[in-house]
């Protein structure tokens, strides 16, 4: 038996009729960059999220570059930015040209530790990120009331988590701004690279909507320079008939992960499991297991894979200790929670469509992985 880590086709067997038909019509109208197609998507995209803004974008890393360019801080200013998290949190900030301060996690689940938020936070701190990781929200009261007091801004990453709730509200309605991505993957994917800006302001919105485009309001109007980020009309299209299964979609990863804690916690009870922070509706991007140091994580995912199971890490090493930020000079220690989640974690396949046959199988495998790695004492 193989088991991908994901399996996009599943939902595409479900849309490519209505898709079709859609896609019929874009072919008649010939309007391939914004345009109604895309209009129609942000705002249907903007009712599902609650917010009243919705601006689409090239990708995710793009939405936050944008995101962060709208608040307009000066080049010394920094964003509180999670250790533990995809390259792009963090990149979206650099690229607009502001500085990262890096936040470690919190042991249990993953998520912005907002005490070390505080701790870490400098005189020149303007606005912190939470990345709602794996598919739930960061703890959204603390990082509210911390940036209150603060007075900083909070742009949220919401890229893991579309119709992820807390507290019954949407994430990416608790901050100035939020960004998204719709790289295929993501609960919400296009057939390509798509994201968004979020956000209940609509001086924000505009600002986001020049910096897309060339930073023209009109025609051979450039008042300031932009981009070139835009959402193209055939992911809209595709994003649109998505979004009518999305709550469907994420109703059946949230099945799976039952499923899974039940079953992982009675055949491989060694294992950490992942759980929902109270008051969160997850809606499982990830399902992202811990494994315990003894049994050598790295062996358990090669013995996963040897057995056809498609296993990740989400993620190997933490942001701040990449290549890529060695000038921030961060050295091993500096971020113990998001270092021991690096070493420890290994993602399941989860997706919709995952049968139980499927999950009965990767819990097979990772018994037996786990029974031939124990390090002997
Ligand atoms: C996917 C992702 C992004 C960026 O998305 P792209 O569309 O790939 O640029 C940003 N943040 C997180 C947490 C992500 O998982």
């Given at each position: 038996?193989?088991?991908?880590?994901?399996?996009?086709?599943?939902?595409?067997?479900?849309?490519?009729?209505?898709?079709?038909?859609?896609?019929?019509?874009?072919?008649?109208?010939?309007?391939?960059?914004?345009?109604?197609?895309?209009s129609r998507f942000e705002g249907e995209f903007a009712r599902y999220m609650n917010v009243s803004e919705c601006v689409g974008v090239a990708n995710g890393t793009d939405a936050l570059e944008l995101a962060v360019r709208a608040l307009s801080l000066e080049p010394e200013e920094?964003?509180?930015?999670?250790?533990?998290?995809?390259?792009?949190?963090?990149?979206?900030?650099?690229?607009?040209?502001?500085?990262?301060?890096?936040?470690?996690?919190?042991?249990?689940?993953?998520?912005?530790?907002?005490?070390?938020?505080?701790?870490?936070?400098?005189?020149?701190?303007?606005?912190?990120?939470?990345?709602?990781?794996?598919?739930?929200?960061?703890?959204?009261?603390?990082?509210?009331?911390?940036?209150?007091?603060?007075?900083?801004?909070?742009?949220?990453?919401a890229a893991q988590a579309q119709g992820a709730r807390r507290g019954g509200a949407s994430v990416g309605t608790f901050g100035d701004l939020a960004a998204t991505s719709f790289y295929p993957g993501k609960n919400l994917g296009a057939y390509g690279d798509g994201g968004a800006v979020l956000t209940r302001s609509r001086g924000l919105a505009e600002k986001v909507r020049l910096l897309r485009n060339h930073g023209s309001p009109a025609k051979y109007a450039h008042p300031e320079l932009g981009f070139n980020s835009r959402l193209d009309s055939l992911q809209a299209a595709v994003l649109s008939v998505k979004l009518t299964r999305l709550e469907a979609w994420n109703a059946q990863r949230r099945a799976c992960a039952e499923r899974y804690r039940e079953q992982l916690a009675a055949r491989c009870p060694e294992l950490g499991l992942p759980s929902a922070l109270p008051g969160n509706e997850h809606v499982w991007h990830l399902f992202v297991i811990r494994v315990p140091a003894r049994f050598g994580r790295d062996r358990v995912l090669a013995e996963l894979q040897r057995r056809g199971v498609g296993a990740g890490i989400h993620y190997p090493v933490p942001i701040p200790l990449q290549g890529a930020f060695a000038s921030y000079g961060h050295r091993a220690g500096d971020f113990p929670a998001a270092e021991s989640m690096a070493r420890e974690q290994l993602s399941l396949p989860l997706f919709p469509g995952l049968t139980e046959e499927q999950q009965d199988y990767v819990v097979r495998s990772l018994r037996a992985a786990l029974d031939g790695s124990e390090a002997p004492s």
């Open positions: 038996m193989k088991v991908p880590f994901v399996d996009l086709s599943l939902q595409h067997s479900q849309i490519s009729d209505e898709l079709n038909l859609r896609l019929g019509e874009l072919f008649r109208e010939q309007s391939w960059v914004l345009g109604p197609e895309v920094e964003v509180l930015v999670p250790a533990n998290s995809f390259i792009a949190s963090a990149a979206g900030v650099l690229r607009a040209g502001a500085r990262v301060r890096f936040v470690d996690c919190d042991p249990e689940h993953g998520l912005l530790d907002v005490e070390d938020a505080r701790r870490r936070a400098t005189a020149r701190t303007r606005a912190v990120m939470p990345v709602h990781l794996y598919g739930q929200a960061a703890p959204m009261e603390s990082v509210l009331a911390l940036a209150k007091e603060k007075g900083w801004f909070v742009l949220e990453d």
